[in-house]
């Protein structure tokens, strides 16, 4: 089984701030690696897929990057509805999901 | 606007059975391959199981496998999940998701997800 570890855990930043969130797989997922955005109570929702592009109706402030076993998720300037914890995802060999990130309010 | 609302959660003992069910609506349901992805309180997302168009491909993670049973029903644009031998470690919300490319094989990425069900194993 792939493990995705994302880091950090906690990422304190204030609002127009940028953000830098991290996933290693612990092999080549080649580009077959997506993030979720997820609120208190809410269902996860898909930002990016296959590493880099952006789902739709995602603002362009959210971008991703990397391939093989080093990927970025990038905010570029915060806004108040982008704390939330966020999720990394590859399907390259079977599914699995990381741990999370948790983005919060400085 | 595209919809999906799971049901059927709720507590059940060890070892009891529960039924989810997923209703979509706001797309053509049987264009798509579906999943169900769960979630245990304060964890990340497990996938639990897929399912294609027709139903005629069908996949499970080996933590359930053996134990629970996806369908869907395209003339009632709804999926299932029969869950049997509950166990502790099977507590999470439960999330139907809908993957993310149509009228084709499956991508394994999951948009949009339902609100949920919670389902609790205990006694």
């Known amino acids: 089984e792939i493990v995705l570890t994302q880091s950090p855990d906690t990422l304190s930043l204030s609002p127009g701030e940028r953000a830098i969130l991290s996933c290693r797989a612990s092999?080549?997922?080649?580009?077959?690696l997506a993030w979720y955005q997820q609120k208190p109570g809410q269902a996860p929702r898909l930002l990016i897929y296959?590493?880099?592009n952006r789902a739709t109706g995602i603002p362009a402030r959210f971008s991703g990057s990397g391939s093989g076993t080093d990927f970025t998720l990038t905010i570029s300037s915060l806004e108040p509805e982008d704390f939330a914890v966020y999720y990394c995802?590859?399907?390259?060999?079977?599914?699995?999901f990381g741990g999370g990130t948790k983005v919060e309010i400085k | 606007e595209v919809q999906l609302v799971e049901s059927g959660g709720g507590l059940v003992q060890p070892g009891g059975s529960l039924r989810l069910s997923c209703a979509a609506s706001?797309?053509?349901?049987?264009?798509?391959?579906m999943n169900w992805v769960r979630q245990a309180p304060g964890k990340g997302p497990e996938w639990v199981s897929y399912i294609g168009r027709s139903g005629s491909t069908i996949s499970y993670a080996d933590s359930v496998k053996g134990r629970f049973t996806i369908s869907r029903d395209n003339t009632k644009n709804s999926l299932y999940l029969q869950m049997n031998s509950l166990r502790a470690e099977d507590t999470a919300v439960y999330y139907c998701?809908?993957?993310?490319?149509?009228?084709?094989?499956?991508?394994?990425?999951?948009?949009?997800w339902g609100q949920g069900t919670l389902v609790t194993v205990s006694s």
């Open positions: 706001g797309f053509t349901f049987s264009s798509y391959e």
């Open positions: 092999q080549s997922v080649s580009s077959y």
């Open positions: 296959d590493a880099s």
């Open positions: 995802h590859q399907r390259s060999n079977g599914l699995t």
């Open positions: 998701a809908r993957d993310l490319v149509p009228a084709a094989s499956f991508v394994g990425w999951f948009d949009p």
